[in-house]
């Protein structure tokens, strides 16, 4: 599928969260003074010095995770438990408007210089179809994981969350 099919207003549910740093100015900077007084005052203002440079260096090279939820399936729509199951379907037309969103802003971010340097992915369909439609508007590649995936539910993979509530559904359940 291709983002382009999309218009650019295509409406945005609240199907992702995103945790990080953000942008922020630049680090502090000590001032230089002209009276450079006694040589402890010197050792001060440099170990100052040197610890507003090496705190500049950490806010440069600190690593900002961004975490996506994946767009809608039909499964979501039902109310239904989805966990790991493989016959759980990829994203739905209001799933793929959401991925499609989530990738223009990843591509806005990057032309303003504040581009994505690598896409992590659970490798279940629904996932892999988000950060598929990140990784194309950004021309990098998914690498997906395992590691990421949902938690597995066991049983209540493919129930509804009626279902899983239908206390007659569970009669060895003590109430």
Known sequence: ?????????ASFASSCVLVGRQP?????RA?????MGTRGERRRLQEEQRAHKAAARMRSTAATLLLVRHGETEWNKDHRLQGQDPSVPGVN???WEQAC????H???????GRPAHAIYSSDLARAMDT???????LDTQVVPMPELRERHLGALQGLTIAEVTDSS??????T
């Open 169 to 174: 559904r569970w009669p060895h359940r003590a």
């Open 31 to 35: 001032s230089r003074q002209h009276h």
């Open 93 to 95: 037309a209001v799933g």
């Open 106 to 112: 990843f591509a806005s971010e990057a032309a303003l």
């Open 24 to 28: 922020g100015q630049g680090g502090l």
């Open 101 to 104: 969103q989530l990738a223009r």
């Open 1 to 9: 599928r291709s983002c382009q099919q999309l218009p650019a207003a």
């Open 131 to 137: 950060s598929g439609a990140i990784a194309r508007a």
